[in-house]
Structures are given as C-alpha cells and as structure tokens.
C-alpha cells in the first residue's frame, strides 16, 4: 500500500527542539520530491519545506535558519528538524509527496495523516 | 512574496453550481492544483495543472485559470463536497497556497 505515515509530534517548550518523521511505503522517497506542509489550528495550510530527488532543499522564510528536512534512503524516511521552536510553529505537519503531471506542473498528490506539534509553557 | 487570494466562504445549494475562486498575479501563467479538506482530514488533491482531475476524483470538479484569476467549478455540488478548498501555485522554487475557502453546501 502507497501511504505517508508521520510521527514525532508532540509537546515542547519554546525555545525546544522536535524531529518528525515520515515514513513512506510503497514508493521511494529519494526518488520524489517531497515536502512538509502545517496547519497552524483553525487556519489554512502553510507551506513549510521542499527537497528536491536531487537533495536540494528550500523553506519558508517564517522557518528558514531553524528547520532542515532531510531524508534517509536505508529508511526511506523524511524528516523534519525543528530548533529554536516559537509558539507560532504550533500546528499540525503534514509530510506530502510531490508528483510532475504531463505538462511539467507539480502537484501535492499523497499526504500523511499529520502529526501534532504544540509549543507551549 | 507571491500572494493567492481566495473567498472565505462560499454557500451553493445541493445539486447547483458551485464556483471558487483563486486570484494572484499573472496566475494565468503558473500552473494551479486544487486540494479538498474536510474536518479532521488530510488534505486531498482534486485538481493538478489548472484543469486535470487525478484518478478517483469525480468528473463535477474541473478547473480553469487564465490571466490573474483561477476557478474550481463543482457541476451539481453534493453534500459530501462541503469542505474546505485551498488552490495552491508554485513561485519559483517555493510554494503557496491560498487562505482557503469554506464551501458550504445548504
């Protein structure tokens, strides 16, 4: 079965850090772009990081400099490293693969169920 | 930073029309997707390159973009389609998505 599954959420003080995890199956990571999306609580989606097959990477500018996704192949895992964490980075993230249509345009076609990150005293 | 810009709410009557617009500059030359989210769930891709439905995603919903204006269109929109609609574009080597926009099917 082709499925994302994240873990690695939970409860952390400012200032913490957190590493999520999304295990894939059914596909390989390393072969796909992927990236991680988050859902700050009764608001919209947010983009958060890319990785690109080649291994070149981008964020968004609200995590860059405290957030790295990276990915093991042996595991075929992605991941997300989070430091310096503020209140505002609490949010449910969602990892998501990313497919290239007919045209050349990328689409998000397979996300994970989403963990929970809340960052609070 | 490139911005889309959705409704917050869009009410349509059970077997009717529903339209849902994206706007952003020169959105006519990006390429659109479309994603479905119902409360507690994933979100779910229902339109990828402006107008292609992937597999399992029922032919009511099509998509059109052109100029700075993008729209999903539901043909005869069930109760099952209530849900939130984010459209989603890319900006270079990063990605947007719109506010979002509640569809309320009453």
């Known amino acids: 079965e082709v499925q994302l599954v994240e873990s690695g959420g939970g409860l952390v003080q400012p200032g913490g850090s957190l590493r999520l995890s999304c295990a894939a199956s059914?596909?390989?990571?390393?072969?796909?772009?992927m990236s991680w999306v988050r859902q700050a609580p009764g608001k919209g989606l947010e983009w958060v990081s890319i990785?690109?097959?080649?291994?070149?990477?981008y964020y968004a500018d609200s995590v860059k400099g405290r957030f790295t996704i990276s990915r093991d192949s042996s595991k075929n895992t992605l991941f997300l490293q989070m430091v310096s964490l503020r209140a505002e980075d609490t949010a449910v993230y969602y990892c998501?693969?990313?497919?290239?249509?007919?045209?050349?345009?990328?689409?998000?076609?397979?996300w994970g169920q989403g963990t929970k990150v809340t960052v609070s005293s | 930073s490139y911005d889309l810009t959705q409704p917050p709410s869009v009410s349509v009557s059970p077997g009717q029309t529903a339209s849902i617009t994206c706007s952003g500059q020169?959105?006519?030359?990006?390429?659109i997707c479309w994603y479905q989210q119902k409360p507690g769930q994933s979100p779910v891709l229902v339109i990828y390159?402006?107008?292609k439905r992937p597999s399992g995603i029922p032919e009511r919903f099509s998509g059109s973009n052109s100029g700075n204006t993008a729209t999903l269109t539901i043909s005869g929109t069930q109760a099952m389609d209530e849900a939130d609609y984010y459209c989603?574009?890319?900006?270079?080597?990063?990605?947007?998505f719109g506010g979002g926009t509640k569809l309320t099917v009453l």
């Open positions: 059914g596909f390989i990571v390393s072969d796909k772009y």
């Open positions: 020169r959105l006519g030359s990006k390429y």
């Open positions: 390159e402006d107008r």
């Open positions: 998501a693969r990313i497919i290239r249509g007919g045209n050349s345009g990328y689409a998000f076609d397979m």
């Open positions: 989603q574009a890319w900006d270079s080597d990063t990605v947007v």
């Open positions: 990785i690109y097959s080649g291994g070149t990477t």
